[in-house]
């Protein structure tokens, strides 16, 4: 009890993060949110317009040029939210 090696798991993972050449980072980690660069990076997406090959950080999934309807139509939510709780209804 006690007296042997311990043993190690050397489990090595691949770092999932997108480059901006869209190319993935494929660095060895311990991690396996990604390497010590990427770890607490946010994540790149490609946009959800169909036909469009950029990738973005966006909330609304859609890159700057195509986003602007998503914001829009969150604005009005919002604003339509905040009409509806200052009339107590």
Known sequence: M????KEI????????YILR???ECNRR????KGCKAHRNSPK???CIQ????KNTFSEYGACKKHSGKYRSRAFYQRQKLAKI????G
């Open 2 to 5: 006690g007296c042997g090696k």
């Open 9 to 16: 798991p050397w489990n090595f993972y691949y770092c999932p």
């Open 21 to 23: 050449t869209g190319e």
């Open 29 to 32: 980690c311990y991690d396996p």
């Open 44 to 46: 790149h997406y490609p």
């Open 50 to 53: 169909p036909g469009c090959v």
């Open 85 to 88: 709780q200052v009339s107590g």
